[in-house]
């Protein structure tokens, strides 16, 4: 409508996507410090970002001289305000829920239905509004209804009452099916459910429950059982592994565990920052990048910790067991730093692959496909739909086939349809049935490796402080800064070697860096 040439939009997309990744830290920092109006700046940013989008939607063609202006200012008002606002309602979601983040996809898949049904409407009214009236109407009225609910909910840990909670396990088979298909409740929550409701049925037993050997699977030959205390500090809550000490720190004579002279850093801004802080203190919502399978944008907040002077606004706690301390030690000096490496670097890689193919895949299809814009709303549904089957489909597979298989998989798909939309022309037979199809694959695929990186750095680094971190940063650079350089890259090619031959090069790019994001994610899918 506004008639901008391609590499102006592609720069445009990507200055949204960097811009989303501060802006949400920056809001999710205030509305933590400021739990009463979690609802009311939620509302807020919605009302300044819908004024960005009615703003560029409503500037007529003719107004060339301002055009531009408006549509740097629409860009600033949507990655400042409109992007965040997705992070905003994880992040109310995570707090209301409280102790039962189990219903957290559950809660969440409601906005992704809604969205799929108003993808097909808006491209279904589309198709003879040229004047954008339909779109605006729409925009409008969902951002009054957003603005509405966020100023009427309380987020604070709802009633239990009002949660669709799940029977607790009764059997130990139970508590291995939970534990299976349930990604957001822990072993050792289930194990606590299934052992209390044992002990109100059989109060009389002489069977002991609590087994300190059988629960952590290692020798504590050093603590007593009796005692009572270093019990509770060995059964905390945190994620950290737990392992035998060293023999060179343990004096057997008097059964006394010494205290290790290191306190690791936490990042290069923050050093000595016990980690019994990192944590217990942190915000609420940063329990969004400990959950196993979370959503791709969502973990990137826990990256305001870099900010210089973070960890001073906050209250020190003591200091944590030496145990924690000591593994947090060997787990910083011992875990592979290509591990790491590999899993950010091949994340970069595939929203880089995502930038090229995805972000402006609407316009692709429309104007060099020249298919309607009713289709173009059945390809957003299709978008939409396939990051609810992700989540379905990882937990279904995640334990019948090795990780590494699902991930060279995945990209072997990736790749045959970057190839394959290097065939498809504007009189190619069913091209909407193949779009279709690609498009199904391409979406399943990427949420699919997200996910299952994600839930991979659970396994592989030890640490809980350092796994939220890694996703943070993986979040980073899957959701925003390769997205943004891949964007920018195809409205380049796009813009210098014309449409046809531009989207051939953009697809043969994004099948380049679909093999570079398969080799370096071979490090971390095979690691145990």
């Known amino acids: 409508m506004l008639k901008f040439d391609i590499f102006t939009i592609s720069a445009l997309t990507s200055c949204i996507y960097l811009l989303r990744i501060p802006a949400s830290a920056f809001w999710i920092d205030i509305v933590d410090h400021r739990p009463p109006l979690h609802g009311v700046f939620t509302g807020l940013l919605t009302a300044i ?35 965040p606002l997705l992070v905003l309602v994880d992040s109310a979601i995570i707090k209301i829920l409280g102790d039962y983040k189990i219903l957290y996809a559950k809660e969440r898949q409601y906005g992704k239905f809604v969205s799929a049904i108003m993808s097909i409407c808006i491209g279904w009214f589309l198709d003879d509004d040229h004047d954008f009236d339909t779109l605006m109407v729409t925009t409008l009225i969902g951002s009054v209804i957003l603005f509405l609910l966020s100023l009427s909910t309380n987020v604070q840990p709802a009633d239990v009452s009002l949660l669709d909670i799940i029977q607790c396990p009764t059997t130990s088979e139970d508590l291995t099916v939970v534990d299976e298909t349930s990604p957001f409740l822990t072993k050792q929550q289930a194990y606590t459910s299934f052992q209390q409701q044992q002990q109100q049925q059989e109060p009389t037993t002489t069977f002991i429950y609590y087994k300190p050997y059988s629960l952590f699977g290692e020798h504590l030959s050093n603590i007593s059982e009796e005692d009572a205390s270093m019990i509770q500090r060995m059964t905390t809550t945190h994620s950290t592994s737990i392992r035998p ?3 060179n720190s343990i004096q057997s004579s008097s059964s006394r565990v010494y205290r290790l002279p290191y306190t690791p850093p936490i990042s290069c801004n923050n050093h000595n920052i016990p980690i019994q802080f990192v944590q217990e203190q942190l915000p609420a919502s940063f329990e969004l990048a400990r959950l196993p ?6 973990p990137s907040l826990v990256l305001i910790t870099f900010f210089p002077g973070y960890y001073q606004k906050q209250t020190m706690p003591v200091v944590q067991p030496q145990e924690e301390e000591y593994y947090y030690l060997h787990c910083y000096q011992q875990q592979s730093r290509w591990i790491l490496k590999s899993f950010m670097s091949s994340l970069f890689c595939l929203g880089v692959v995502f930038g090229l193919t995805q972000s402006l895949l609407f316009l692709y299809v429309h ?8 289709f173009v709303g059945v390809v957003g549904f299709i978008m939409v739909c396939a990051d609810l089957l992700a989540s379905k489909f990882v937990l279904w597979i995640i334990h019948r086939s090795h990780l590494y298989k699902i991930i060279a998989g995945a990209h072997i798909i ?3 349809c970057t190839f394959a939309y290097t065939w498809l022309h504007p009189n190619f037979l069913l091209v909407e049935l193949f779009v279709i199809f690609l498009q199904s694959f391409q979406c399943l695929c990427f949420h699919s490796i997200w996910l299952l990186a994600a839930h991979q750095v659970d396994s592989v680094v030890l640490t809980g402080h350092k796994r939220m971190i890694l996703k943070g940063c993986m979040a980073a650079l899957y959701s925003s800064v390769g997205p ?10 796009v813009f210098q070697h014309g449409t046809e031959d531009g989207y051939i090069l953009v697809y043969q790019y994004a099948a380049g860096f679909t093999v570079l994001s398969a080799i370096l994610s071979w490090e971390w899918s095979t690691t145990d």
């Open 245 to 247: 000490l060293p023999a």
């Open 49 to 83: 970002g819908t004024a960005g989008i009615l703003l560029v939607l409503s500037v007529p063609p003719t107004w060339t001289s301002i055009t531009l202006p408006v549509a740097i200012l629409s860009t600033l008002f949507d990655g400042l305000f409109y992007q």
């Open 367 to 374: 104007d060099t496909l020249q298919l309607t814009m009713h």
């Open 414 to 416: 990736l790749l045959l």
């Open 484 to 493: 943004a350089f891949g964007v920018l890259l195809m409205g380049y090619l």
């Open 293 to 298: 399978y979370p959503p791709p944008e969502a």
